[in-house]
């Protein structure tokens, strides 16, 4: 038995970290753009005011603003079924306050679209990556601000309305669980920080926790409003949710551990899905609120909408599997985008400390199918690495191969266990600029670009090994991974 038919090959991008063109064709400024590029040891600044002496990794990013089509062209040739983009908010709507959309935003992504259609490639867009119009952070300190619920299902609308024809698959946000931690308040929600501060906030007061909770709850609400009018807008529309996941291990079998470990699979990663899945907030929510003096701010009529809005289908990002545990003896912390924990001796490593698991991804795939028995997808996977050139002038990256190819047999055997997965999109097809470190020597791609952390290179793509290996993969519908 292969994969099913239709399975969904392909590859996934974010506006912030893949356009450029920052400011072009009169798109606003965004979250991302007022953050600067760090390294693994020097974290990621978040600046109230743009200096302009300073290289913000997202102004020009990998410049596929201007090389879509290019970029397409390699999507078709290595047979991609599926393409992963986000759509930049504040080039539809520059603040986020307008009434009416930026006509040159919306014609960007129609001709996005068109290119994919020409190698019958379908998109699936995430409405919000890891991106608010910067007018919005500012206004209401970003999703604390209940307004922002009303200008996201303005856009929303826009969106579905816009390409009702040329899109079938959305997500609502990015790895929205990433705000239930204190890390997210800058990425995820929008919020302001204190100038010239790291992005990553590592702790809060109550008072903080509770405008995060808030926030958090208004994206949910905003989610659910956008999947029932993205269904009346075009029944056929098939809406997901996108969770950061990563399956935490107790260190050890000493039931501390365990239990550590349940708490924080609640909290880090079920938390979300629970919400947009089964519709409301799940039980254990109250007490962890409780205990840290965390008030979230509702409104009558919310838990109907949630109720109300539940999602088509679950995806999710998986590049790692984490350990908890609760001897203080065991003191190595393992690396990690935003879900960390302890090191795990049985598991090797990406050159970021991200610990490569991917029975782990076999594991979490039965475990959220198991909970949810709705259709998943794995929309990002991957391994960053330092690519450097051979002396043949070429990118032999047999290291990425290995990865993917061990991450793709889990998610086959997965589908034998009886999981409904709809697909896989490689995270970073096009070499793009990190999320988290902001580097762009951390390298995802099938297709080199040539640019460095500093912003010197003038951006030509080079197809890398793992180019030919993933046309035989899409070719051949995951049969042939030799
Ligand atoms: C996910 C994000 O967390 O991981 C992406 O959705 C991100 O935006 C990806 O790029 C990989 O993380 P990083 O930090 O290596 O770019």
Known sequence: MSFPKGFLWGGATA?????????????????????????VSTPRQ???????????????????????????????????????????WARIYPTGMEETPNEKGLEFYHKVF???????????????????????????NGWTGREVIGHYLRYAKTLFTAY????????????????????GRI???????????????????PEEASDRFTALHHQFVASAQAVVMGHEINPD???????????????????????????????????????????????????YWADRGITVRMEEGDLDILAKGTVDFYS???????TCSTDPNVVEKAGGNMITGMKNPYLKASDWGWQIDPLGLRIYLNDIYGRYEIPLMVVENGLGANDERAEDGKFHDSYRIDYLRDHIKAMHEAVLDGVDLMGYTMWGCTDLVSASTGEMKKRYGFVYV???????GDFHRERKDSFFWYKKVCETNGEDLD
Not at 254 to 282: I, L, S, T, W
């Open 450 to 456: 040539d640019k460095d952390n500093d912003g010197n």
């Open 187 to 205: 990425m995820s929600l929008g919020m302001q920080g204190t100038d010239g501060s790291p992005m990553f906030q590592a702790t809060e007061t």
């Open 164 to 183: 009702k024809d040329e899109v079938k698959y959305w997500l609502t946000f990015n790895e929205i669980n990433i705000g239930a931690m204190p890390m």
């Open 15 to 39: 506006a912030n970290q893949f356009e450029g063109g920052w400011l072009e064709d009169g798109k606003g400024p965004s979250v991302p753009d007022h953050i600067r590029g760090g390294t």
């Open 316 to 322: 999710f990002s998986y590049y790692m599997s984490s």
């Open 114 to 140: 068109a290119e994919c259609a020409k190698y019958g490639i379908e998109p699936l867009v995430t409405i919000s990556h890891y991106e608010l119009p910067w007018g919005l952070s500012e206004k209401y």
């Open 46 to 88: 978040w600046d109230k005011v743009i200096d302009e002496n300073v290289y913000y990794p997202s102004h020009e990013a990998v410049d596929f603003y201007h090389r879509y089509a290019e970029d397409i062209a390699l999507y078709g040739e290595m047979g991609f079924k599926c393409f992963r983009l986000s759509i930049n």
């Open 237 to 287: 529309f098939r809406i997901g949710c996108m969770i950061a996941g990563t399956e935490m291990y107790p260190y050890s079998c000493n039931p501390a551990d365990v239990k550590e470990a349940q708490d924080a699979m609640n909290m880090r990663n079920y938390f979300c899905g629970d919400v947009h899945v089964r519709g409301h907030y799940p039980y254990y929510a109250k007490r």
